[in-house]
T-cell receptor, first 109, second 115 residues
Framework: DAKTTQPTSMDCAEGRAANLPCNHSTISGNEYVYWYRQIHSQGPQYIIHGLKNNETNEMASLIITEDRKSSTLILPHATLRDTAVYYCIVREENTPLVFGKGTRLSVIA | DAGVTQSPTHLIKTRGQQVTLRCSPKSGHDTVSWYQQALGQGPQFIFQYYEEEERQRGNFPDRFSGHQFPNYSSELNVNALLLGDSALYLC??????????????FGPGTRLLVL
């Protein structure tokens, strides 16, 4: 079973920041937080991952709370192409990805 | 730099038949994982291949088997197809375990319909 809890759906206005929350209250010290997204009928796309520190790449930023029990994925300027299901996954090194139901993000013009 | 590729893109089979799906990993990757995604669900892990051996396996019956070739490409075989095997089959590649956290990159998937 997935070890994360995410809202079922969210809306975001185009051009605004999309903030997607994830709860992982039972995360252990050696588990990473991964984010993937899946645009309809395509394979999941890796976005970002982190252990303790906040991370940023060309796609998004990942903010992990100090107690590591929750995190937020930030898409700084959402576009219509960011409409997708976003999956937050906690995972030990070299273990399979366990997907939950994710958050369906709709970016609205 | 070629990403993960899968073939075929779509496939239709009938119950009881056998199917083989193929995956070529991203350049520089040597580990292949297979996932099944039923309609409306998240992907579920089937198994992972590294050094031509099955390294980890999810909760799938023996009808699901695989193979990895010396060039790191992989096949997923499903025997005695059931209607419930209809799904999107995803392949993900990564660089070998033991070198720190490995990130899996997914292919576009093969959509299998069993009639």
């Amino acid at each position: 079973d997935a070890k994360t809890t995410q809202p079922t759906s969210m809306d975001c206005a185009e051009g605004r920041a999309a903030n997607l929350p994830c709860n992982h209250s039972t995360i252990s010290g050696n588990e990473y937080v991964y984010w993937y997204r899946q645009i309809h009928s395509q394979g999941p796309q890796y976005i970002i991952h982190g252990l303790k520190n906040n991370e940023t790449n060309e796609m998004a930023s990942l903010i992990i709370t100090e107690d590591r029990k929750s995190s937020t994925l930030i898409l700084p300027h959402a576009t219509l192409r960011d409409t997708a299901v976003y999956y937050c996954i906690v995972r030990e090194e070299n273990t399979p990805l366990v997907f939950g139901k994710g958050t369906r993000l709709s970016v609205i013009a | 730099d070629a990403g993960v590729t899968q073939s075929p893109t779509h496939l239709i089979k009938t119950r009881g038949q056998q199917v083989t799906l193929r995956c070529s990993p991203k350049s520089g990757h040597d580990t292949v994982s297979w996932y099944q995604q039923a309609l409306g669900q998240g992907p579920q892990f089937i198994f992972q291949y590294y050094e031509e051996e099955e390294r980890q396996r999810g909760n799938f019956p023996d009808r699901f088997s695989g193979h990895q070739f010396p060039n790191y490409s992989s096949e997923l075989n499903v025997n005695a197809l059931l209607l419930g095997d209809s799904a999107l089959y995803l392949c993900a590649s990564s660089l070998v375990a033991g070198r720190g956290q490995e990130t899996q990159y997914f292919g576009p998937g093969t959509r299998l319909l069993v009639l």
